[in-house]
């Protein structure tokens, strides 16, 4: 499926891509309107009604992803609830190898990530993915989400990278849809981006696991 002849950088999402999506989507809908509720001693039923309406009138805003944002907006420590679930985090199989094997065969690897700082130093705190990865990059930092072609001009100015020989995985079609429109060469999509949610993915090439893209075993040298 990947030419890795063809390829000098690797771009990966992180939630759904590298980790396992189940977390966030325990987190937003089931484990805040619960403690929202709580903490505002309200209807859990009518609180969640309520916090979704909120949540989708954002998508794929960077407000969206912004967890001060919300904190502000709900009047609740977001990192904190995030904290009472962290055992959650997991990383999806295959990574460690795959990352690992591209560092073998010389492919930079980035994590470019809708995350929010203080959410990615918490999944980091407790899976460590950055000991295999060559840099991290917020959309937070650059001022625009990954639907956003501004987004990838500021990436490319702030950590270059020919779109020719890129790939890029996300779980997210409209996000890939936004690296194809700037260029980006190589696009793969994660059909089951939460182990507990079963999903097909159609609109682009996609795997289940980085086993099958996973670059061969370089021969050992004496």
Known sequence: MINWQAIDTVLLD???????????????????????????????????????????????????????????SLSVDIRALKEEIRHK?????????????????????????????LSISLKLEETAIDRWLDGIISSHELSEPKESQRFWERLNEREPFDPERTLFVDDTPRVLEAARDYGIRHLLCIHQPDSQEERMIEEYPAIHHFDEITPSELPKTL
């Open 14 to 72: 992180m939630d759904g891509t590298l980790l396992d999506l189940h977390f966030d989507t325990y987190f937003w809908l089931t484990h805040l309107p619960k403690r929202y509720a709580e903490i505002h001693s309200l209807d859990q039923a009518a609180a969640r009604e309520a916090l979704l309406g909120q949540i989708e009138a954002r998508q794929g805003t960077l407000e969206w992803y912004c967890l001060e944002h919300w904190s502000r």
């Open 89 to 117: 985090i997991q990383i999806r199989p295959h990574v460690e190898t795959f990352l690992t094997r591209l560092q073998a065969h010389g492919k930079r690897r980035l994590l470019v990530t809708n995350a929010h700082p």
